[in-house]
């Protein structure tokens, strides 16, 4: 149960972008009631001193993958201790309903490919006791401790009505019909609208149900959504070939324009190796012209991706023979890996990688013999012994029982004018974060706090009031969070009290808390005091407390 707050001393930055403001914050029964410097606060109200402290909205983070972890973890940590108070998930035309029994395993195992959440952990963690998607929000809906905001993924929508043929042909017009009026149910049920996919692929390597599908279909889909009052479209590009994303995004646009709805594309990120970057923004600024409501989303952090071979590794998972290794039982992975037989395959195939390698960075190296050899280039190391880089990666982890981390870092979003030009370019939304998913490769969560920490404090690229505006204010708008992303009387007290000289996203740990003896990365916010959820304080001094008044929103 949430309780009456007062919160005095506070430097308020609303989320609307303006000016911050000296003043007190009144809450009661989960609402803001008021906002101002002449505040009386109620008798019963809990007082919190912010001290000068900035007292911001909660963030929104609308692009993650929470669907199972929010099955057992009500709070998706650690994203709300970086004063994450809403979470969109279900992107990449994936989500856990609507599902039939008998297809359960089957978008585990795309879960599984796509967004490296393991059948293990699905089977220790998600309860599979629904069918329909509203039915999904009924069973997650008890203890949550964040707000939790759902796109119905495409693929699983597919093969709820087609079953096997999902992936096989297109829908016909009685297929569709009754995917509307599943979508439109969904909405009226709480979902926000539509993901889809033009790039994933199953775990057998098939195209997923959604790339079978014609723009004719997305669109009948999205007006379904139009007509039930509520919706927008996310996807996922085939980022990897620069006119294959820009077509996609020229189908959103149309998509978009015939819809009327919000449509988006992440991820856009900065590569030094193509200028797609800047030619995405180009179309964006071209369709938006034309009529269209499209945008990019792009993370704040350089996308560094950790890879240990006795882990899954989606940059790795493209190369058949690394794949096939990695699919193995752990002590025939080691075995497969230390084959001399493989090795030729391995090597020749690792040049499909191609500049990667040179960013590859050796941490964590436990055999006495390899500690020296942390923070160095892998590159380097490859030169001095006289090999390809993918035999010095597979020689080291071989000594260390696979698990020697190697962290591709600063290639993706490594360079900070461009990435700050996509950052603030008013088409691009900050997105993209992927928290929840590849647990075992990087921490997603903690954009927000590198948003305020870097590109605000170290970098000057957004003043306090522009960044908190991107990550709450300007969200909420665009993907249709109704009544909340601002600090104003009868919104949702989704409230962030943190300190902006010290606010940070914290180092990466590697930790064994997930379902199915599985591993994950995390990090730990510093300079968030408190964060509030719907008027219940879920953090404070650096610690969850038993308060659950999450909503889905």
């Given at each position: 149960m949430s309780q009456a707050l007062y919160i005095s001393d506070a430097r308020i930055v609303d989320g609307t972008g303006a000016p911050a403001f000296e003043g007190s914050v009144a809450v009661r029964d989960g609402r803001i009631t008021g906002v101002g410097a002449d505040l009386t606060p109620d008798a019963d109200a809990k007082q919190i001193d912010a001290g000068g402290k900035v007292v911001s909205p909660g963030f929104i983070d609308v692009h993650t993958h929470f669907d199972p972890q929010i099955c057992w973890d009500r709070l998706a940590t650690p994203s709300l201790e970086h004063g994450v108070t809403t979470v969109l998930m279900g992107n990449c035309s994936l989500s856990l309903a609507p599902v039939r029994k008998q297809d359960q395993r089957a978008l585990a195992g795309m879960f599984k490919q796509i967004e490296d959440i393991s059948i293990p952990t699905f089977d220790a963690g998600v309860p599979w006791d629904w069918e329909t998607y509203p039915e999904y929000l009924d069973s997650i809906r008890p203890g949550l401790g964040i707000n939790v905001s759902g796109l119905v993924g495409h693929s699983a929508l597919r093969h709820y009505v087609m079953g096997d043929a999902a992936q096989e042909r297109t829908a016909t017009d009685e297929e569709i019909a009754e995917m509307c009026a599943i979508l439109a149910d969904a909405i009226k049920a709480g979902a926000a609208g539509l993901s889809t996919s033009y790039v994933d692929v199953d775990e057998n390597m098939r195209p997923v149900a959604s790339r079978a599908a014609t723009k004719e279909e997305v669109i009948a889909l999205g007006k379904a959504m139009a007509s039930a009052g509520r919706g927008i479209i996310q996807t996922v590009p085939v980022f990897f070939v620069p006119e294959a994303q820009l077509q996609n995004m020229r189908d959103m646009a149309d998509i978009s324009r015939e819809t009327g709805l919000m449509c988006t594309v992440a991820p856009i990120v900065h590569n030094p190796t193509n200028e797609l970057w800047r030619d995405s923004m180009a179309l964006l600024e071209e369709e938006a012209a034309n009529g269209a409501k499209l945008y990019g989303q792009?993370?704040?952090?350089?996308?560094?991706?950790?890879?240990?071979?006795?882990?899954?590794?989606?940059?790795?998972?493209?190369?058949?023979?690394?794949?096939?290794?990695?699919?193995?039982?752990?002590?025939?992975?080691?075995?497969?890996?230390?084959?001399?037989?493989?090795?030729?395959?391995?090597?020749?195939?690792?040049?499909?990688?191609?500049?990667?390698?040179?960013?590859?960075?050796?941490r964590n190296a436990r055999d006495a013999e390899n500690q020296a050899l942390n923070g160095r280039l892998l590159k380097d190391i490859a030169a001095e012994r006289g090999v390809a880089p993918a035999d010095a990666m597979i020689d080291l982890a071989v000594r260390e029982d696979l698990e020697t981390e190697f962290c591709l870092m600063g290639m993706i979003n490594g360079q900070t004018e461009p990435v700050t030009e996509l950052l603030r370019h008013p088409l691009v939304l900050v997105g993209a974060s992927d928290a929840g998913a590849h647990v075992a490769q990087f921490c997603g969560a903690g954009d927000t706090s590198d948003l305020l920490g870097r590109w605000v404090r170290e970098y000057g690229a957004f003043s306090l009031e522009e960044a908190v505006y991107r990550l709450t204010g300007e969200l909420a708008d665009a993907f249709g969070i109704r009544g909340r992303g601002r600090i104003e009387p009868g919104?949702?007290?989704?409230?962030?009290?943190?300190?902006?000289?010290?606010?940070?996203?914290?180092?990466?740990?590697?930790?064994?808390?997930?379902?199915g003896d599985a591993n994950r990365y995390v990090r730990h916010a510093t300079g968030i005091d408190q964060v509030i959820v719907n008027g219940a304080v879920v953090w404070e001094k650096g610690a969850y407390t038993d308060a659950r008044a999450g909503q889905i929103v």
């Open positions: 792009c993370m704040p952090r350089t996308f560094d991706v950790n890879v240990r071979l006795s882990e899954a590794s989606f940059i790795l998972f493209a190369l058949p023979a690394w794949n096939e290794s990695m699919r193995l039982p752990q002590e025939e992975r080691q075995a497969a890996f230390a084959d001399p037989a493989r090795r030729d395959d391995l090597r020749n195939q690792s040049v499909l990688l191609g500049p990667a390698w040179d960013y590859f960075i050796v919104l949702a007290a989704d409230i962030v009290l943190f300190d902006p000289d010290t606010i940070d996203r914290g180092d990466e740990d590697f930790v064994h808390d997930v379902p």
